[in-house]
Structures are given as C-alpha cells and as structure tokens.
C-alpha cells in the first residue's frame, strides 16, 4: 500500500523527491501518512479534495483486496 500511495503522489507533484510515505501498520487497520512539500500540497488535495478522495478510493479498493482496512492521512 506504501508503495502505491508513493508512485500516486510523486506523479503529481512537481518535487518528487520531497515525498515521504510512512506506514503504521496495526491488526486490522493501517495508516498512511503522506507528506509533500508545502507547495505541492493542492495538487495532492485537488479541487474540493477530489484527488485526495479518488487515492482514498484507489487505496480502499487495492487494501479490500487484502482483506485489511487502510487509512490515508495527509500531513502538512
């Protein structure tokens, strides 16, 4: 799931390398945080925070999968 949250965000943003994704994995569920530049934060967010709620959709429907629960935390 770090993984795909990762290649998600560094497609978006314009500094790549300022990504950082840590995983807090628990019995049943995990948290993704996800930090970007300050910059780069609405283009993680998008309009209404529709890109940030389509990579919670993908997140979701990839963690179903594997039968466990997934959270994605966005964190300035």
Known sequence: MKELIE????ALVDNPDAVRVIEVVGEQTS?????????????????????????RTILSAASTKLR???????VE
């Open 68 to 74: 466990k629960r997934s959270v994605l935390e966005i």
């Open 7 to 10: 290649a998600i965000a560094k």
């Open 31 to 55: 948290v993704i945080e996800l930090k970007v530049a300050k910059e780069d934060l609405g283009k993680v967010i998008g309009k209404e925070g529709r890109t940030a709620r389509a990579m």
